[in-house]
């Protein structure tokens, strides 16, 4: 398929029409047949020598989250650690892509991970629920910047575009998209708020348009997070949005992913619906807490044959 | 003959999928035929009823949710542990007065009769269901739906197939129960929920109070989250009391003319009647 | 490395990951293939009379995996002398009693459902990862449903006192062995009809696996018999003292079946081919529009009597439609059927291979643009990469006669009324499908179509309840539902 140049969907300071015309025009998304397809790739068989390939990839594809409001500098440098060797005992096994924290952990992340590679991604925009000013937001996007964050993770006003308001959803992205310069930008589109798989992919689009790096399922602070039918359907926004504009978009499901084999499934849905080139931690990430110590469990058992206990991974 | 002491059976009721007491920490003995003492059962109380209908109701839309084919293999699984327990109900029936051939007779048309309703799980609306040729281009389909939560006085006999007979056509559009026991012979059904419980039956599907109907009936007449009562089984001096209770919240009220008969228009009692129209065209 | 937990581990950015799926292959051993099988009739296995053998081969590997008896004009005639004998006091059984028979059946296939899978997918080639999931759930699906029908038939067809009709021949296809089996089975049974059935040349060893199910559940001898065979067996079948013959196959046979029966009285329903016009409107759901496309011509390799093998687009969407199709169809994967990651298996038998490579050649002359993907094939078995051809026009072959096999046929429509008149210009009527968001359009367009089946914004999806069959020369009668048992009884006023 060839990949046309760059080419924007939208222009520099599009009307409130154009944006309303643009998320209309995005196909509908049938539910059933999302999920009957996502069912039909959680039956691949993942065996030996591939099943290894996907676990690795899934390590150096985490995005080891803490954010909570009891988050310490003891808790981030633990953290920290972990996500540069998450196995004592195993120095073969790769490091994670980031540490994500709140933006007050921003120095201690920093310090701690050092020149390891790991990154720093922070939230902002007055995460979870994005209800603040809008200056309050910006401004609160250079300070993590500022402080050493590697990447921004922003949520979308929800409340906006769930009332039709897309030209201030899309302002706002931009907006934070300027800020956060050089910092990546993933956007956080909070599907569980969103209702239809039809609203996940117009939101999808609009963040593109907009400028985002990453386009991201959840905060994680609700149910439901990140599932494999929401899942597809960004991914599937990503295609076309390459198809359109040229543009390469990265994904990230965050939350509910506890498994390694939650995690290969979700890989088995990005390699058939993007394919090779979306296969690495620059253009697709797992916001995880949990998840590593279950795929550190599982390489341990591939390695060995047997079947693992918890006790014998760090918890940090 | 060994001196070895059996281990007596508790005998609890049956709500939510587990087996708690009485909140009123009340028991009765169940008798037998000659008036001895066979074991003794809890005795539900209001509050008793309160939890079963909240447990009923919890439980309702997941298993209105669940396909018609599902809902029918769950059945036919209860009816695989019944004929497995058959020796036990026969037992018990006897206790109550029946004669051996008596009670292997109900037993078996209690297993027949689960069987009967599951097949039908998967198929009443296709009979009792239809498209509507209405007068212009629309689409215009009525089914079955399940009217919800419903409340149960079974009859004090027979003391399984009555409870069997009116539980199961209430279960498969996908209504969810509270039955009361008939309590002369409270027995077999307390047993029977042992059996529900190994079944596959979704926890709060079905609730299985002992006790009193006298005391228990008029508190799920009244009860605002009850959709539907079957008075079948029900002593007729209970019936007008109940009716004018019933009437605060609209209940559907249901008696059969036979507590232990089967038909697909019992199932039909307990559906409400959606009407979808959608027009046809470009 | 012995410092601690601060040492950093530096990997370089590794390129991203070229990720291939290891082979994860069902396991064989799961079911023990004899080497020889006799003949199902009286409620054993019996010799032929004709004294003669077929070897089922594998078509995937083309390795034979048993012998099976070529049932001759006198062990047809042993079978329905059988089949006659246990009318009788099966019609008179309680129903309920008939219908705890069934019950217990489906279960026991549900409990062996890998085991017959899997033996499925060597027989015939089909992808374990369909017999699994879609063949064996459906078999055990349709014997419990038409359990439940057995003693309950006075409330089916109002006004109607429905009694069997007796001695049912049932001749049935390779594309579904122990589907069609079910399919046909359960309904005459349930019913209180005894059976004679007669599965498919190439693919004759789940029916004989199931028979041997039927004898564990104590079906009486008699109920149910197997008399396998090619043509002849078949031919035999119809023209045997049988009361009612059930067919599906190819529409050439059904008519000759037809042809047989006339004057005879006996009951027919046929089953045949189709020519399914999948119409995907501009304002579908177009990602899940592409994935129904692909099942409804790939599933199963095309062998299938509903396929969607004609893909009329809305001529508005095309280019982007075809494009996201080519690309979807570059990661089929194609190849060993027992492998769980299978999406495509093999061609059922050399001779379909050669109808399909014949028609597909004649395509390429007829002038269509031809697109299959880059897949490796492997060495041995009888493989057909999926196909596309664009640029098809309604007059082309490839547009017009059943190819059975994994190509689809690709024409273009501009108005909805365009594309009701291509999907009923052709002699077939089984199944057709619509894509389009429009609720109202799906009713208008479903009311115009002459086809049995109408899926809507979904593709070959199957069910006990819900009747299947089809329009004009793709047969007559309906299997499924409550429609589906009239072809079993007969009553005063019917």
Redesign the interface.
Request: aromatic share 12%.
């Given at each position: 398929?060839p990949v046309p140049a760059v080419a924007n969907l939208l222009p520099e300071r599009p009307s409130r029409s154009a944006v309303q015309a643009y998320v209309g025009g995005v196909?509908?998304?049938?539910e059933?047949?999302?999920i009957?397809?996502v069912a039909s790739l959680s039956?691949?068989?993942?065996?030996?020598?591939?099943?290894m390939?996907?676990l690795e990839?899934a390590v150096?594809m985490c995005d080891l989250t803490t954010l909570e409001g009891k988050d310490t500098p003891g808790k981030v440098r633990q953290l920290s650690?972990?996500g540069?060797?998450p196995d004592?005992a195993d120095?073969s096994v790769?490091?994670v892509a980031a540490i994500c924290v709140y933006p007050n952990m921003v120095p201690v992340a920093r310090a701690a991970l050092?020149?390891?590679?790991v990154k720093v991604a922070s939230v902002a925009t007055y995460f979870p629920s994005g209800q603040a000013p809008l200056d309050i937001k910006l401004d609160e996007t250079r300070r993590v910047v500022e402080l050493g964050a590697d990447e921004v993770d922003m949520v979308i006003d929800r409340g906006a575009f769930l009332a039709g308001h897309y030209l201030e959803v899309y302002e706002e992205i931009r907006a934070v998209k300027e800020a956060c310069a050089p910092a990546h930008l993933k956007v956080i589109l909070e599907t569980g708020e969103l209702g239809t798989l039809d609203d996940v992919r117009k939101a999808s689009m609009l963040a593109m348009a907009a400028g985002a790096d990453f386009i991201k399922t959840s905060t994680g602070k609700i149910n439901p997070a990140a599932t494999l039918p929401v899942t597809l359907v960004m991914l599937?926004a990503i295609r076309d949005y390459r198809?359109l504009s040229g543009v390469q978009v990265g994904m990230k499901p965050a939350g509910g992913i506890k498994t390694a084999k939650d995690s290969i499934r979700y890989?088995v849905v990005l390699?058939?619906t993007l394919?090779?080139?979306?296969?690495?931690p620059?253009?697709f990430r797992f916001g995880a807490s949990s998840l590593l110590n279950d795929i550190l469990m599982q390489i341990r058992w591939l390695k060995t044959g047997r079947y693992q206990s918890p006790d014998y991974f760090t918890k940090d | 003959m060994s001196d070895r002491l059996d281990v007596r059976k508790t005998y609890k009721l049956f709500i939510g999928g587990e087996f708690p007491r009485s909140e009123s920490g009340r028991s009765y003995p169940a008798l037998d035929v000659d008036g001895a003492v066979v074991a003794r059962v809890a005795q539900a109380s209001r509050k008793d009823v309160r939890d079963a209908v909240r447990a009923a109701r919890a439980a309702q839309e997941g298993w209105a949710g669940r396909t018609?084919?599902n809902r029918?293999?769950i059945l036919?699984r209860v009816a695989e542990m019944l004929e497995d327990r058959a020796a036990g109900f026969v037992e018990q029936l006897k206790i109550g007065g029946s004669s051996r051939r008596q009670a292997e007779v109900e037993v078996e048309q209690s297993i027949?009769r689960i069987?009967?309703y599951?097949?039908?799980?998967?198929?009443f609306a296709?009979?009792l269901g239809n498209l509507n040729p209405v007068a212009g281009p629309f689409?215009n389909i009525s089914t079955p739906e399940p009217t919800g939560v419903v409340a149960i006085i079974a009859p004090e006999k027979p003391a399984l197939l009555g409870v069997v007979s009116r539980l199961a056509p209430v279960l498969v559009p996908g209504n969810t129960a509270v039955l009361v026991t008939s309590s002369s012979l409270p027995l077999p059904a307390a047993t029977f929920a042992e059996a529900l419980a190994t079944s596959d039956v979704p926890g709060g599907v079905i609730n299985i109070l002992t006790g009193a109907a006298a005391e228990l009936t008029p508190w799920l007449a009244g009860h605002m989250d009850v959709d539907a009562i079957d008075l079948t089984g029900s002593d007729p001096s209970l019936v007008e009391a109940a009716e004018l209770a019933a009437a605060d919240n609209v209940k559907r009220v249901v008696r059969f003319d036979a507590a232990d008969s089967q038909s697909?228009y019992q199932i039909a009692a307990f559906t409400e009647t959606k009407t979808v129209w959608?027009?046809?065209?470009? | 490395?012995t410092d601690t937990?601060?040492?950093?581990?530096?990997?370089p950015?590794?390129?991203?990951?070229?990720?291939?799926?290891?082979?994860?292959r069902e396991a064989s051993d799961l079911v023990s293939v004899q080497d020889r099988y006799g003949l199902f009739i009286d409620g054993d296995f019996h010799r032929p009379a004709s004294k003669r053998y077929l070897t089922s081969i594998n078509p995937a590997t083309e390795e034979p995996l048993a012998e099976v008896a070529e049932a001759g004009p006198r062990d047809v005639e042993r079978a329905v002398t059988s089949a006659r004998k246990a009318f009788p006091m099966w019609s008179r059984l309680p129903a309920?009693e008939r219908?705890?028979y069934l019950?217990r059946i489906a279960?026991m296939v549900q409990e062996r459902s890998r085991e017959l899978a899997v033996l499925e997918t060597l027989d015939g080639g089909k992808p374990i990862?369909e017999s699994r999931?879609v063949d064996l759930p459906l078999v055990a699906?349709h014997f419990?449903?038409h359990?439940?029908?057995?003693?309950?038939l006075e409330?089916?067809f109002p006004g109607l006192k429905p009694e069997p009709l007796g001695v049912a021949g049932q001749v049935i296809p390779w594309n579904f062995p122990l589907l069609m089996l079910a399919w046909k089975v359960a309904p005459a049974l349930a019913t209180g009809n005894t059976v004679v059935l007669k599965p498919a040349e190439t693919t004759p060893l789940t029916a004989l696996h199931f028979a041997q199910i039927t004898a564990e559940a104590g079906l009486p001898p008699g109920v149910f018999n197997v008399v396998t065979g090619a043509g002849a067996t078949g031919a035999a079948l119809v023209s045997s003292g049988v009361d009612k013959i059930a067919f599906t196959g190819s529409t050439e046979v059904g008519k000759e079946i037809r042809r047989r029966l006339a004057g005879t009285g006996k009951r027919l329903s046929l089953e045949l081919g189709g020519k399914g016009a999948h119409i995907v409107f501009a304002?579908?759901?177009?990602?899940?529009a592409i994935?129904?496309t692909i099942n409804g011509i790939f599933f199963n390799q095309g062998h299938v009597c509903c396929a969607g093998s004609r893909l009329l687009v809305q001529e508005s969407i095309a280019e982007v439609f075809l494009?996201k199709l080519r690309?979807r169809l570059e990661?089929l994967r194609v190849g060993d059927p027992l492998d769980?990651?299978t999406d495509v298996g093999a061609i059922n038998s050399a001779s379909q291979l050669e109808r399909i490579e014949a028609l597909v050649e004649t395509g390429r002359q007829e002038g269509a643009e031809i697109f299959q993907p880059s897949c490796a094939l492997p060495e041995r078995g009888y493989w057909f990469r999926p196909t596309v051809f664009t640029g098809v026009s309604q007059s082309h072959r490839i547009a017009q006669e059943e190819i059975f096999g994994p190509v689809l046929s690709v024409l273009t429509f501009r108005t909805?009324d365009e594309a009701v008149e291509k999907a009923n210009n052709t002699p077939y009527g089984l199944a057709a499908g619509v894509w389009t968001?429009k609720?109202?359009?799906i009713?208008?367009m479903a009311?115009r179509l002459r086809s049995g089946v109408v899926w809507a914004?979904?593709y070959n999806k199957f069910d006990?309840?819900s009747p299947f069959g089809g329009y004009k020369e793709s047969g007559f009668g309906r299997e499924g539902?409550?429609h589906g048992l009239l072809a079993y009884l007969k009553a005063e006023g019917m």
């Open positions: 398929m196909p509908s998304v049938d059933v047949a999302v009957e397809r039956t691949r068989s993942i065996k030996k020598d591939s099943k390939a996907a990839l150096r650690a972990k540069i060797r004592p120095p790769p490091s050092g020149n390891s590679g599937e198809r890989l390699n058939e394919g090779r080139d979306w296969m690495s620059d253009w | 018609g084919y029918g293999q036919y027949d069987v009967w599951a097949g039908w799980c998967d198929k296709q009979v689409f697909p959608h027009p046809k065209g470009l | 490395m937990d601060h040492t950093p581990v530096l990997h950015a590794s390129p991203p990951l070229d990720w291939t799926y290891a082979t994860s309920a219908a705890k019950f279960r990862k999931d699906a419990f449903y359990a439940g029908w057995a003693d309950k409330y089916a304002d579908a759901p177009l990602d899940q994935e129904g494009d690309s990661i769980k990651n909805p968001t609720g109202s359009r009713l208008w009311d914004n979904t006990p309840a539902g409550r």
